[in-house]
């Protein structure tokens, strides 16, 4: 077995797992290799390039919070992922670092349950292709000085033409993420759906649809000039032009993450969103 390993390299907790991680694979002669920035940060010879490493890697594992198991995630090319959370909020990471070692030893054994999320593939004009297990989003941009309008298109039927601030196309998974900031329901991770939440509508009439993830959506922005931002789970893949055409849809590939078994949903909602704290009431 071969692990591919990322880390978040600006939290020192998850610097030390990783060191911490190594004299255990070490003991145990399992192969890994690093990704290059990981591999600087530690001082390890060991490490290939990122896009390389689904090809040569058993598994992944994610040492950091929930952005650090998404890049993980981007180049596992549905290879199972070991989430270990060294963030703030990891709605994604399974694991803590105490069971970390719980983890590693399942994982080497093979003896793990998968949760599998559905991905979404956005593709441009141009044929170039993207993907991302949270979401695509499409923003107004800093340069335009009125609120441009965001055509819609299921089916390539009309869903409907308004203005926003943006427009943000979520799995199950990226629910709680921007879509929910921006008003957006909570999806269980199993459901197969995508929500298309707008950012800052200028409508109170325009809500949040829920979908079918069988659908084809296609976004264009309507505005005389101007550039628009197009993200992949948040980070900046291209500017968009006016009328520039975005068809999103369910990616061909999955992302497998290994499971925690002492997890559910639902203890995961009331944790991370505080659903079991009482607020005071004064008295």
């Given at each position: ?6 880390v978040n390299i600006t939290r020192e907790k998850a610097l030390e797992l990783a060191r911490e991680l190594t004299v255990w694979l ?127 298109l299921l089916d390539d039927e009309m869903l409907g033409s308004y203005r926003a601030d943006g427009i943000i196309i979520a799995t ?112």
């Amino acid at each position: 077995m071969k692990l591919a390993i990322f880390v978040n390299i600006t939290r020192e907790k998850a610097l030390e797992l990783a060191r911490e991680l190594t004299v255990w694979l070490d003991a145990r002669s399992i192969d890994y290799v690093f990704d290059p920035q990981s591999a600087k940060s530690l001082g390890s010879g060991k490490w290939e390039e990122k896009a390389d490493l689904s090809q040569h890697c058993d598994a992944f594992v994610s040492l950091g919070g929930d952005g650090t198991l998404l890049l993980a995630s981007h180049y596992s090319r549905s290879k199972p992922v070991v989430g270990i959370n060294v963030g703030d909020l990891g709605f994604l990471t399974e694991f803590n670092p105490d069971e970390m070692w719980t983890a590693m030893d399942h994982l080497v054994s093979g003896n793990y349950a998968i949760h599998t999320r559905s991905q979404l593939e956005a593709t441009l004009e141009s044929g170039e292709m993207l993907t991302s297990l949270n979401d695509v989003i499409i923003e107004k941009g800093s340069a335009s000085r009125r609120l441009p309008a965001f055509t819609i298109l299921l089916d390539d039927e009309m869903l409907g033409s308004y203005r926003a601030d943006g427009i943000i196309i979520a799995t199950s998974t990226g629910s709680t993420a921007y879509s929910m900031s921006a008003g957006g329901p909570i999806i269980a991770p199993k459901s197969n759906v995508f929500v298309i939440t707008p950012i800052c509508p200028h409508m109170l009439t325009v809500r949040p649809i829920v979908i079918s993830d069988d659908k084809t959506v296609k976004v264009s922005v309507d505005s005389h000039s101007g550039e628009f931002p197009l993200k992949m789970d948040g980070i900046q893949k291209k500017l968009l032009l006016p009328g520039e055409v975005v068809t999103v849809k369910k990616s061909p590939y999955h992302i497998n993450l290994v499971a925690n078994e002492k997890r559910n949903y639902c203890e995961i909602l009331r944790k991370k969103l505080l659903w079991s704290h009482e607020h005071p009431t004064g008295e």
